[in-house]
């Protein structure tokens, strides 16, 4: 199906259809083989079916995409999720957050595949078991940041890498606008998440602009300096974000109606249920600054081994995070 049968439908279609993608129906050159298209490069010419409708939309899109997974029709129900490679872990909770909940609602995310609030918007969709697409400033056989080659491996099963850049291409200054321009190209919306003054992120929200697409910003906290960017960008005009539903609400009505309504998963069933007195001591200890673990055990007064244990249990259950550095933070997601 293409894309401009999603512009003509009538609501109760797109209900319908929106339906039969949560519900696991392929989409049409959606076949069994996903192990394979998630290890092969394709190449995706501009005039070729499969080609995003809503990148070939812009102007002077680029001519050709390597594709490692698979540009499914639903993809035109993408909101693009950036912001910071220095994030906080604020921002790395609300990214994670707010992709998981679109994702779980049948919309793709898409973003860049950088550090930071990239990372999170990617595994957030993962999570959530939904479709997400990363586009990247380098070629698909030389991934960029290299740490990030297991998380382009399972978005590539689960959704789809892309680059109009030759296969070995490395990683140059000048390809993050360009890529940041089929960021914006992809999707419906941009929301900058958290953002620096002269953050890369800006540059994905003007061509947003640029390109007719909507421009949505998280608000921060005032003293970060992570969030000038993204308060800029709302006090000239963005729409503010604080959870999935603001951002459906600035997608054209034809693709809210595309949107489930059904809750999404949250941690696993029963987490926070029946834990001790020491591991809610721990949670009370936890919030939203990270806190390193030796001053948790110091703290807490359970021991390193016994602390350990039941934080890394804790985080099983979603209800804590794990951060570089051996450093913990208290899940928000709920």
């Known amino acids: 199906m293409s894309v401009t049968r999603i512009y003509r439908e009538t609501p109760s279609a797109a209900r319908a259809r929106a339906s039969a993608w949560r519900e696991g129906v392929p989409s049409s050159g959606a076949g069994a083989n996903g192990g394979a298209a ?143 321009r089929v960021i914006a190209g992809l999707s419906l919306g941009v929301v900058v998440v958290e953002a620096a003054e002269k953050s890369g992120s800006l540059i994905t929200a003007r061509h947003a602009l640029d390109l007719g697409r909507e421009v949505m910003a998280v608000p921060g906290r005032v003293t970060s300096p992570t969030s000038r960017g993204a308060h800029r960008l709302l006090k000239d005009g963005a729409a503010p974000v604080e959870g999935w539903e603001d951002v459906v609400a600035q997608l054209p009505r034809r693709f809210r109606d595309c949107v489930s309504a059904a809750p999404p998963r949250g941690p696993r069933a029963g987490a926070g249920e029946g834990i001790g007195e020491a591991e809610r001591r721990l949670l009370a200890l936890l919030g939203e600054e990270p806190a390193y673990i030796d001053d948790v055990v110091a703290r807490s007064g359970l021991g390193a081994g016994r602390t350990a244990a039941l934080l890394q249990a804790l985080a099983l259950d979603g209800l804590v995070r794990q951060l570089p550095g051996a450093r913990f933070v208290r899940a928000g997601r709920a």
């Open 38 to 180: 998630a290890r092969e490069v394709r190449l995706v010419q501009r005039e070729d079916a499969d080609f995003p409708r809503l990148l070939q939309e812009i102007p002077a899109p680029p001519e050709r995409l390597h594709v490692r997974g698979r540009l499914l029709d639903e993809d035109a129900l993408a909101v693009a999720v950036v912001g910071s490679r220095q994030a906080t872990p604020y921002g790395i909770e609300v990214a994670e957050r707010l992709a998981f909940d679109l994702a779980a609602r049948g919309v793709t995310v898409v973003s860049g595949l950088a550090r930071g609030i990239d990372s999170a918007a990617h595994r957030g969709a993962l999570e959530a078991g939904g479709r997400t697409i990363a586009v990247l400033g380098s070629g698909l056989e030389a991934i960029y940041p290299p740490e990030n080659r297991r998380l382009a491996a399972r978005i590539a099963a689960q959704g789809a890498v892309v680059s109009q850049f030759a296969p070995g291409a490395r990683a140059l200054p000048q390809h993050f606008p360009e890529r940041n």
